[in-house]
């Protein structure tokens, strides 16, 4: 089965630019997609098709992906940034979600 | 406003069953695939089964496969999750997420959240 594998933690200063890694064999030929869930609540959809934003997800989140590796980008991240991020494709007939990624904005 | 509610959850012993609902409204229900996505306490997201907008393709997670069954009634604007042999690891809270932007399958993504119904398997 398809595997995603995501750093369980990133630190970023308030201002800063943070990026968050997905790794997978071959992701640049999938379309990846980001969510963030902010502590006792649902997830958000973020990115989607590696990097287009839904309507009313602000500008400073930005996605890539090639090679094995897909990327969230927060820039000029701010307190509310603070979430988990979870990045997905579709692989074979499944959705696979990577393990998450801890943003600590300090 | 567009939205999904899930409701069903509840406490329920080991080998018992459950059937979990998702009412789905402002948009069009029967236009769009669904998802169901669990969260096990203090785990991340885990994906358990996608339907299409029609029925006629739906998916499930290996780790529910043979057990749960998804189904949709574009009438009542639903989607449902029967969940049949209930083990410990099953608990988790559940979501049913649709992808009103295009399909999963085409990099879309699933764009509208509820908030959940907690499934707790315990005796």
């Known amino acids: 089965s398809y595997e995603l594998t995501q750093p369980p933690s990133v630190s970023v200063s308030p201002g800063q630019t943070a990026s968050i890694t997905c790794s997978g064999d071959?992701?640049?030929?999938?379309?990846s997609c980001w969510y963030q869930q902010k502590p006792g609540q649902s997830p958000v959809l973020v990115i989607y098709?590696?990097?287009r934003r839904p309507s009313g997800i602000p500008e400073r989140f930005s996605g890539s992906n090639s090679g094995n590796t897909a990327t969230l980008t927060i820039s000029g991240t701010q307190a509310m940034d603070e979430a988990d991020y979870y990045c997905?494709?579709?692989?074979?007939?499944?959705?696979?979600f990577g393990g998450g990624t801890k943003l600590t904005v300090l | 406003e567009v939205q999904v509610v899930e409701s069903g959850g509840g406490l329920v012993q080991p080998g018992g069953s459950l059937r979990l609902s998702c009412a789905a409204s402002?948009?069009?229900?029967?236009?769009?695939?669904m998802n169901w996505v669990r969260q096990a306490p203090g785990m991340g997201l885990e994906w358990i089964s996608f339907i299409s907008s029609s029925s006629s393709t739906i998916y499930y997670a290996d780790s529910v496969k043979g057990r749960f069954t998804t189904s949709r009634d574009s009438a009542q604007n639903s989607l449902y999750l029967q969940m049949n042999s209930l083990r410990a690891e099953d608990t988790a809270i559940y979501y049913c997420?649709?992808?009103?932007?295009?399909?999963?399958?085409?990099?879309?993504?699933?764009?509208?959240w509820g908030q959940g119904t907690t499934v707790t398997v315990s005796s």
């Open positions: 098709q590696d990097r």
């Open positions: 071959k992701l640049g030929d999938k379309y």
């Open positions: 997905q494709v579709w692989d074979s007939g499944t959705v696979v």
């Open positions: 402002g948009f069009i229900f029967s236009s769009f695939s």
């Open positions: 997420a649709p992808s009103t932007l295009g399909t999963v399958f085409t990099g879309y993504g699933m764009d509208v």
